[in-house]
């Protein structure tokens, strides 16, 4: 076993020189530690270091008289506020060397081959906590310490770049008014300075924004729309910087971005509605709405529909009951929801939907055999069958197709009765005929008693109408109802209605007007009216209240309300205000019972409010309509605020008024020139009624019924039309009062046509509701097909002429060609009998004349004969 000498200078095993020794030997070294401190040391040594780099603290180790002798290795670092110096690394040459607490992996000796001394100290992963003072210990065992020779000073300086330990969020979403602070706090070696910018140039301290805290706070006190934007924090010190950024935006409502569009799907196939939002903040709800009802809780869609994160709509498969209009609302919780809508159409074969097992028919009346049918696109056209036999409505009297796909039959008979099918079809095909309807001809219920056509009472009275009607054998009893023909409600308290008969008690002007008796069974329906005047009460409203303008003034004409009887005058007076305007101002109309007036010293350009108040002897009446004018501005040319009425023709008793809405020419002078529009003036006929198209047989019937009121008015009826453009009038020659029908034989197929009658009195008119009409694509088919038949047949005619004409050619050509054939051939034989007798020879005469023809010997060859070619081709022959 080796011997080595300890540090106390007794020989030892080297195996029993180990760490547990190390005390032994401590002890003396300390002893030895504090004499050195007191000895004299070189210059402390500054070294800086970067966080986390490594440094070599450089100490040498000078022996004794230049001869090496055991020594201990101690580094050492004076912590904390009283300067106590706490041993980091001990080494002794062959014992284990000692790391202080932190310093564990991170101190070692320098190796031998190194260029530092040999007591040098490599310090690694260097810590902020490394700074500070260390000393470096050479301790010579059983020697007095070197003062000058066994102790060096080190200074650490460790450097580290910024980093953040407070920073704002990165989005900060306020609203204008609102206080906030920015704060941002960061570390380093040297301590960083914090500098603060928005969008890209410095922060300018003011009134309401100031820096605090050594910069780590911006504060600012009221928010304004300047100040919105992005606001950066940069950390820096001498090793580096840094910068955060925080986004200072104003809060805000959902925003719809991608709208969903309308659109049109089949039947079973798959319909997405697209809804896009943006918000601020982004947290967006999206709730979507089917004709204002959440589409989660609607049974029939619930388990179709699906909303998408992403906010869209999607029902598969689409069935034709969702048809109907679709909403989108968007929210974040801030302001109000904010919504788009789009239209679903759904198309799908014609169907129908209903078959009633019975249908009654009135005999003798008009009745209607009903197809219920649902469609879209909509209806073209409806085939029936009449005891499983095709029904050609359009070549059956008295039987047409409604527009609805109905039958009408203008007048029954029993020969209508039978079992019926109907099969609709659109553009989409059908989806079958209806069940088989069994449709019975029945009489119609009849009025055993009748109201009077008309019932005059005084105010506070009481009247009682009458009414009764009977079925017929076989049918129900009718009931017996009565209605005002306005629709209005009867007044429950003051009318008793027992069977058929009314009473009305204790009469007010309100109840003025037509009532109707109206019974009705499963057969028919039948109406009967009457008129009660209610007389002694103030004037009733009137009506139609037009007006025509001009710079200055508003002219006003109306139509008298009923003026509470016959010993009661009326007398009107004009409320008018400038809209906008609370109070009304007020004109008597002058003569007295004049229903026109016109208002002056108006300003121009303005709009105005109008209404007129008819009063008697018992008080004023009820206000007409408001109807708004403008008047017209100055310095342009007339531009009259008045609705122009179409399709009048001069009248000898019309009046002169301004043309409406178009721009006029002027004169060198600049007075505009104002071409006449005649407005006819005088009491209109009633409103023509119920006008109906109907497609025939022979072409399409336009009917319509006369008016209830002042029918006996009308002079003649006039049919408008138009598809695309203008109105158009359809008939040339007037109708005639007693007419109420028209038949159209022009139609063309597939096109759909708007209707309107209009009644013309001698100096006014009126018109009838617009009816809209489709014609059914068959009748254009039907055209097309006889226009392409009529064209074969006319094509097989030229044909069969032209081969005609050819042959009389041919045959006239033949004719000719063998008359020339004869000629040529007696003059050939001529010749060659004159060669052979000289003498008597006869030439063929010369030509003479303009007149020649070549030689037919090269056209027509005899056969069995010679010719003297020569002498024939010195010739023309002339015939």
Same mark, same amino acid.
Request: proline content about 7%; glycine content about 8%.
């Given at each position: 076993?080796?011997?080595?000498?300890?540090?106390?200078?007794?020989?030892?095993?080297?195996?029993?020189?180990?760490?547990?020794?190390?005390?032994?030997?401590?002890?003396?070294?300390?002893?030895?530690?504090?004499?050195?401190?007191?000895?004299?040391?070189?210059?402390?040594?500054?070294?800086?270091?970067?966080?986390?780099?490594?440094?070599?603290?450089?100490?040498?180790?000078?022996?004794?008289?230049?001869?090496?002798?055991?020594?201990?290795?101690?580094?050492?670092?004076?912590?904390?506020?009283?300067?106590?110096?706490?041993?980091?690394?001990?080494?002794?040459?062959?014992?284990?060397?000692?790391?202080?607490?932190?310093?564990?992996?991170?101190?070692?000796?320098?190796?031998?081959?190194?260029?530092?001394?040999?007591?040098?100290?490599?310090?690694?992963?260097?810590?902020?906590?490394?700074?500070?003072?260390?000393?470096?210990?050479?301790?010579?065992?059983?020697?007095?310490?070197?003062?000058?020779?066994?102790?060096?000073?080190?200074?650490?300086?460790?450097?580290?770049?910024?980093?953040?330990?407070?920073?704002?969020?990165?989005?900060?979403?306020?609203?204008?008014?609102?206080?906030?602070? &920015?704060?941002?706090?960061?570390?380093?070696?040297?301590?960083?300075?914090?500098?603060?910018?928005?969008?890209?140039?410095?922060?300018?301290?003011?009134?309401?924004?100031?820096?605090?805290?050594?910069?780590?706070? &911006?504060?600012?006190?009221?928010?304004?729309?300047?100040?919105?934007?992005?606001?950066?924090?940069?950390?820096?010190?001498?090793?580096?910087?840094?910068?955060?950024?925080?986004?200072?935006?104003?809060?805000?409502?959902?925003?719809?971005?991608?709208?969903?569009?309308?659109?049109?799907?089949?039947?079973?196939?798959?319909?997405?509605?697209?809804?896009?939002?943006?918000?601020?903040?982004?947290?967006?709800?999206?709730?979507?709405?089917?004709?204002?009802?959440?589409?989660?809780?609607?049974?029939?869609?619930?388990?179709?529909?699906?909303?998408?994160?992403?906010?869209?709509?999607?029902?598969?498969?689409? %069935? %034709?009951?969702?048809?109907?209009?679709?909403?989108?609302?968007? %929210?974040?919780?801030?302001?109000?929801?904010?919504?788009?809508?789009?239209?679903?159409?759904?198309?799908?074969?014609?169907?129908?939907?209903?078959?009633?097992?019975?249908?009654?028919?009135?005999?003798?009346?008009?009745?209607?055999?009903?197809?219920?049918?649902?469609?879209?696109?909509?209806?073209?056209?409806?085939?029936?069958?009449?005891?499983?036999?095709?029904?050609?409505?359009?070549?059956?009297?008295?039987?047409?197709?409604?527009?609805?796909?109905?039958?009408?039959?203008?007048?029954?008979?029993?020969?209508?009765?039978?079992?019926?099918?109907?099969?609709?079809?659109?553009?989409?095909?059908?989806?079958?005929?209806?069940?088989?309807?069994?449709?019975?001809?029945?009489?119609?219920?009849?009025?055993?008693?009748?109201?009077?056509?008309?019932?005059?009472?005084?105010?506070?009275?009481?009247?009682?109408?009458?009414?009764?009607?009977?079925?017929?054998?076989?049918?129900?009893?009718?009931?017996?109802?009565?209605?005002?023909?306005?629709?209005?409600? &009867?007044?429950?308290?003051?009318?008793?209605?027992?069977?058929?008969?009314?009473?009305?008690?204790?009469?007010?002007?309100?109840?003025?007007?037509?009532?109707?008796?109206?019974?009705?069974?499963?057969?028919?329906?039948?109406?009967?009216?009457?008129?009660?005047?209610?007389?002694?009460?103030?004037?009733?409203?009137?009506?139609?209240?037009?007006?025509?303008?001009?710079?200055?003034?508003?002219?006003?004409?109306?139509?008298?309300?009923?003026?509470?009887?016959?010993?009661?005058?009326?007398?009107?007076?004009?409320?008018?205000?400038?809209?906008?305007?609370?109070?009304?101002?007020?004109?008597?109309?002058?003569?007295?019972?004049?229903?026109?007036?016109?208002?002056?010293?108006?300003?121009?350009?303005?709009?105005?409010?109008?209404?007129?108040?008819?009063?008697?002897?018992?008080?004023?009446?009820?206000?007409?309509?408001?109807?708004?004018?403008?008047?017209?501005?100055?310095?342009?040319?007339?531009?009259? %605020?008045?609705?122009?009425?179409?399709?009048?023709?001069?009248?000898?008793?019309?009046?002169?008024?301004?043309?409406?809405?178009?721009?006029?020419?002027?004169?060198?002078?600049?007075?505009?020139?104002?071409?006449?529009?005649?407005?006819?003036?005088?009491?209109?006929?009633?409103?023509?009624?119920?006008?109906?198209?109907?497609?025939?047989?022979?072409?399409?019937?336009?009917?319509?019924?006369?008016?209830?009121?002042?029918?006996?008015?009308?002079?003649?009826?006039?049919?408008?039309?138009?598809?695309?453009?203008?109105?158009?009038?359809?008939?040339?020659?007037?109708?005639?009062?007693?007419?109420?029908?028209?038949?159209?034989?022009?139609?063309?197929?597939?096109?759909?046509?708007?209707?309107?009658?209009?009644?013309?009195?001698?100096?006014?008119?009126?018109?009838?509701?617009?009816?809209?009409?489709?014609?059914?694509?068959?009748?254009?088919?039907?055209?097309?097909?006889?226009?392409?038949?009529?064209?074969?047949?006319?094509?097989?005619?030229?044909?069969?002429?032209?081969?005609?004409?050819?042959?009389?050619?041919?045959?006239?050509?033949?004719?000719?060609?063998?008359?020339?054939?004869?000629?040529?051939?007696?003059?050939?034989?001529?010749?060659?009998?004159?060669?052979?007798?000289?003498?008597?020879?006869?030439?063929?005469?010369?030509?003479?004349?303009?007149?020649?023809?070549?030689?037919?010997?090269?056209?027509?060859?005899?056969?069995?004969?010679?010719?003297?070619?020569?002498?024939?081709?010195?010739?023309?022959?002339?015939?």
């Amino acid at each position: 076993m080796g011997m080595r000498t300890d540090p106390l200078g007794k020989s030892r095993p080297l195996s029993l020189l180990n760490s547990s020794h190390l005390f032994y030997v401590l002890i003396p070294l300390v002893v030895l530690i504090v004499v050195a401190k007191g000895a004299g040391f070189q210059d402390a040594v500054h070294i800086t270091a970067i966080l986390g780099e490594s440094v070599v603290f450089n100490c040498h180790v000078e022996f004794p008289e230049g001869h090496p002798v055991p020594y201990v290795l101690q580094w050492e670092k004076k912590v904390g506020d009283t300067g106590q110096d706490i041993p980091i690394y001990i080494w002794y040459e062959s014992y284990p060397t000692h790391s202080g607490e932190g310093y564990e992996g991170r101190v070692s000796r320098v190796s031998p081959e190194s260029p530092y001394g040999a007591a040098s100290l490599n310090l690694t992963n260097i810590k902020e906590s490394d700074q500070g003072w260390y000393e470096c210990k050479v301790v010579f065992l059983n020697r007095s310490p070197n003062q000058h020779k066994n102790g060096t000073w080190f200074h650490l300086d460790v450097h580290a770049p910024p980093r953040f330990v407070v920073t704002p969020e990165d989005i900060i979403y306020v609203n204008l008014g609102d206080a906030i602070i &920015l704060n941002c706090q960061a570390e380093g070696t040297p301590t960083p300075e914090i500098l603060w910018y928005k969008d890209a140039n410095p922060v300018e301290p003011s009134a309401t924004i100031g820096i605090f805290n050594d910069g780590t706070e &911006l504060r600012i006190s009221n928010i304004r729309h300047e100040d919105i934007g992005d606001y950066t924090c940069i950390a820096r010190n001498g090793e580096g910087q840094i910068s955060h950024t925080a986004r200072v935006i104003i809060a805000g409502g959902a925003v719809i971005m991608v709208p969903p569009t309308n659109q049109t799907k089949l039947e079973g196939e798959k319909v997405q509605f697209n809804c896009e939002a943006k918000a601020q903040p982004g947290n967006v709800t999206v709730k979507w709405f089917r004709e204002g009802a959440p589409v989660k809780e609607l049974s029939s869609l619930e388990t179709r529909v699906t909303i998408r994160r992403d906010g869209s709509l999607v029902i598969n498969p689409v %069935s %034709s009951d969702d048809t109907g209009q679709y909403l989108c609302e968007v %929210s974040n919780g801030i302001g109000e929801p904010q919504s788009a809508s789009a239209y679903l159409n759904v198309e799908y074969p014609a169907k129908v939907t209903f078959t009633p097992t019975i249908q009654y028919l009135p005999f003798r009346l008009a009745g209607v055999v009903q197809c219920y049918i649902k469609a879209n696109p909509p209806l073209q056209y409806v085939t029936w069958t009449k005891d499983k036999r095709l029904l050609e409505p359009y070549q059956t009297k008295d039987i047409v197709i409604m527009n609805n796909g109905s039958l009408l039959f203008t007048r029954v008979n029993e020969n209508h009765q039978g079992r019926y099918t109907c099969t609709p079809y659109n553009a989409q095909g059908t989806q079958g005929s209806s069940g088989q309807m069994e449709v019975l001809v029945r009489k119609p219920p009849t009025f055993t008693v009748e109201p009077e056509a008309m019932y005059q009472r005084k105010v506070g009275e009481t009247v009682e109408m009458h009414c009764e009607a009977v079925e017929a054998e076989g049918t129900q009893k009718p009931t017996v109802q009565w209605q005002r023909r306005d629709g209005n409600v &009867l007044p429950k308290n003051r009318v008793k209605i027992v069977g058929g008969n009314i009473t009305i008690e204790s009469l007010r002007r309100s109840d003025f007007g037509f009532y109707q008796c109206v019974a009705s069974n499963e057969v028919a329906t039948i109406v009967t009216a009457t008129q009660l005047v209610v007389e002694g009460t103030q004037p009733h409203a009137p009506y139609n209240l037009t007006g025509s303008s001009t710079e200055f003034s508003v002219t006003l004409s109306w139509l008298p309300g009923y003026s509470g009887g016959p010993d009661y005058k009326q007398d009107y007076t004009i409320w008018y205000r400038e809209s906008g305007v609370t109070e009304w101002s007020t004109i008597p109309v002058t003569p007295s019972g004049s229903t026109q007036v016109t208002i002056n010293r108006l300003a121009p350009a303005t709009n105005y409010e109008f209404q007129v108040i008819g009063k008697n002897a018992l008080g004023d009446g009820m206000m007409s309509k408001v109807i708004t004018v403008r008047t017209l501005d100055v310095g342009v040319p007339h531009k009259v %605020s008045i609705t122009p009425t179409p399709f009048l023709t001069p009248d000898e008793n019309a009046d002169i008024l301004d043309y409406s809405n178009i721009v006029l020419p002027t004169d060198s002078t600049g007075t505009a020139f104002i071409p006449p529009i005649y407005r006819p003036k005088g009491p209109k006929p009633g409103v023509p009624r119920n006008l109906t198209v109907t497609e025939i047989s022979n072409g399409f019937l336009i009917t319509w019924q006369p008016p209830i009121e002042r029918a006996n008015l009308i002079r003649h009826y006039v049919i408008k039309y138009k598809t695309d453009g203008p109105w158009k009038t359809l008939n040339k020659a007037s109708i005639r009062p007693e007419d109420t029908h028209y038949l159209v034989k022009n139609l063309v197929g597939g096109r759909t046509y708007y209707f309107r009658i209009f009644a013309y009195s001698l100096k006014s008119y009126e018109t009838s509701e617009e009816v809209k009409f489709s014609v059914p694509a068959r009748v254009k088919h039907k055209a097309i097909t006889a226009g392409v038949v009529g064209g074969i047949l006319f094509f097989l005619v030229a044909i069969i002429l032209s081969v005609c004409a050819v042959k009389i050619c041919n045959k006239r050509k033949r004719r000719k060609q063998e008359k020339a054939y004869n000629m040529v051939a007696c003059r050939i034989t001529d010749a060659r009998n004159g060669a052979n007798a000289t003498d008597s020879q006869v030439p063929l005469k010369k030509n003479v004349k303009s007149e020649t023809y070549r030689d037919y010997e090269s056209v027509f060859i005899i056969p069995g004969t010679s010719v003297d070619t020569n002498h024939i081709a010195k010739a023309e022959y002339q015939v």
